[in-house]
Nanobody
Framework: QVQLVESGGGLVQPGGSLRLSCAAS????????MGWYRQAPGKNRELVAR???????NYADSVKGRFTISRDTAKNTVSLQMNSLKPEDTAVYYC????????WGQGTQVTVSS
């Protein structure tokens, strides 16, 4: 059974940065299309960044130029570097396959506030 574990969230001021990490057993990230998703209060979960098995990346317009998705094959992790954070980035962030396939993990809370 695959369990996705997200970490790295926290409280940060506008303009700040955070790096999220996703780890899991039972799945090899490098041979799967993986995505970072977020869900803000009262809103649907949305895909914000994806990385294909071939390493190609895509981003939602709202985060393009500010977020970077990457993976570490040796550690079998997928990361999301978030820079120039805005209050509207506040959400719980999750990783999963793209499209989603596994049960969602607990996510990691990102709060952008002064």
């Amino acid at each position: 059974q695959v369990q996705l574990v997200e970490s790295g969230g926290g409280l940060v001021q506008p303009g700040g940065s955070l790096r999220l990490s996703c780890a899991a057993s039972g799945i090899i990230f490098s041979i799967n299309h993986m995505g970072w998703y977020r869900q803000a209060p009262g809103k649907n979960r949305e895909l914000v960044a994806r990385i294909t098995s071939g390493g190609r990346t895509n981003y939602a317009d709202s985060v393009k130029g500010r977020f970077t998705i990457s993976r570490d094959t040796a550690k079998n992790t997928v990361s999301l570097q978030m820079n120039s954070l805005k209050p509207e980035d506040t959400a719980v962030y999750y990783c999963n396959k793209d499209p989603p396939y596994f049960a969602w993990g607990q996510g990691t809370q990102v709060t952008v506030s002064s």
